[in-house]
Nanobody, 123 residues
């Protein structure tokens, strides 16, 4: 499975971006998906996850209420809507496909990773 994340760019604080992620093969439609991010000089961290059917969403506390993860039922693609962006959201954002039907916060639960899309938020 190959993953293609896009939509990154530079935005001012308070702005918004939408990150789409598409998987190349159908099996991803039966698996959970998620977004992680890695800021300069920091470890990669969990952002949001969603189950195969578009339910079961979970979020990192730092983005809850500002970011929304979504996908259509049993589709191999998903989106991350990011609102009220802050400078601390600056990072390389990765999408991933889980080994199981539901997403989780643990990187080890993900079998496939995209190459990332860069989001830069200026103050």
């Amino acid at each position: 499975v190959q993953l293609q994340a896009s939509g990154g760019g530079q935005v001012q604080a308070g702005g918004f971006l939408r990150l789409p992620c598409a998987a190349s093969r159908r099996p991803a439609s039966n698996n959970g998906m998620a977004w992680f991010r890695q800021a300069p000089g920091k470890e990669r961290e969990f952002v949001a996850a969603i189950a195969w059917n578009g339910g079961g969403t979970i979020y990192a506390d730092s983005v809850k209420g500002r970011f929304t993860i979504s996908r259509e039922y049993a589709k191999s693609s998903m989106d991350l809507q990011m609102n009220i962006l802050k400078p601390e959201d600056t990072a390389l954002y990765y999408c991933a496909v889980a080994r199981k039907a539901y997403g989780s916060r643990q990187q080890m639960d993900y079998a496939y990773w995209g190459q990332g899309t860069l989001v830069t938020v200026s103050s």
